[in-house]
């Protein structure tokens, strides 16, 4: 990632990409989290157990009283690798499961961050009350949500133009159980308040999450920031 100054296009700093854009995730699904999860929410479900999965639930932890959480994976060692290093980590109860929806049905979070081409929870598997957040769909051709749990659900996006191209909202409209003017908000809409978070502690809300590239650019400045505040890095003069 290359990080200009906005003035007049002079580069400002080189950074690693992947860092930023997976830390920059983790903190969008918990601005969501604390507009659109109820308050006293205490469970939540990982699905996917790599290093989104372990940013996701630190990043929740953070706005919300998270104290157990089900560890799902495709490959079942690693969500036991997931919980026990969680657990120690995060100092809270992480359980390993093999049955997602069981696990989510007993959650108040659900979070999914999986490169899945196919829903893995319906519209039974999410309690009402909950707040899912799907992370994985970047892609036309990716899914983790069947449509009908996004059409009655309140979904919000973080771009709308972008979920209905590439996001979970993609399949919900190509299937016509959703309109685009059935979405609830775009993120930005709800955070400024002009849209209204939860209202009520039975609402099902979706955060449809594909990933907005201003927001890996809000993030690189702060860690530019705090890198040159800090002295930390490799200073180079481009002009001489």
Do not use: W
Not at 18 to 40: C, H, K
Not at 100 to 119: E, G, K, M, N
Not at 209 to 221: M, N, P, Y
Not at 228 to 236: E, P
């Amino acid at each position: 990632m290359v990080l200009c100054d906005a003035a007049n296009g002079y580069p400002l700093a080189v950074m690693d990409s992947t860092e930023i854009t997976v830390a920059r995730t983790g903190a969008a699904t918990a601005v969501a989290a604390r507009y659109l999860a109820r308050p006293d929410a205490a469970v939540a479900t990982i699905c996917g157990c790599g290093l989104q999965g372990r940013v996701q639930l630190a990043a929740v932890g953070r706005v919300l009283p998270i104290v157990k959480a089900f560890a799902f994976d495709a490959d079942e060692a690693a969500a036991a690798r997931f919980a026990a290093e969680q657990s120690a980590r995060l100092g809270i109860e992480v359980v390993a499961t093999d049955d997602l929806a069981a696990a989510c049905r007993q959650s108040d979070v659900c979070i999914t961050c999986t490169p899945s081409r196919r829903p893995l929870l319906g519209a039974g598997d999410v309690p009402a009350g909950a707040f899912v957040a799907a992370v994985g769909a970047d892609g036309d051709d990716k899914q983790e949500l069947a449509p009908e749990l996004l059409a009655g659900a309140r979904v919000v996006v973080d771009h709308l133009g972008q979920c209905a191209t590439i996001g979970e909202l993609h399949h919900a409209l190509d299937r016509g159980v959703m309109t685009v003017e059935d979405v609830h908000a775009e993120l930005h809409q709800v955070v400024a308040g002009r849209r209204p978070g939860r209202t009520s502690p039975a609402e099902r809300f979706v955060f449809d999450s594909t990933g907005v590239a201003l927001e890996d650019v809000a993030a690189a400045a702060l860690v530019y920031a705090r890198a040159r505040a800090a002295g930390v890095g490799t200073l180079f003069d481009l002009v001489g």
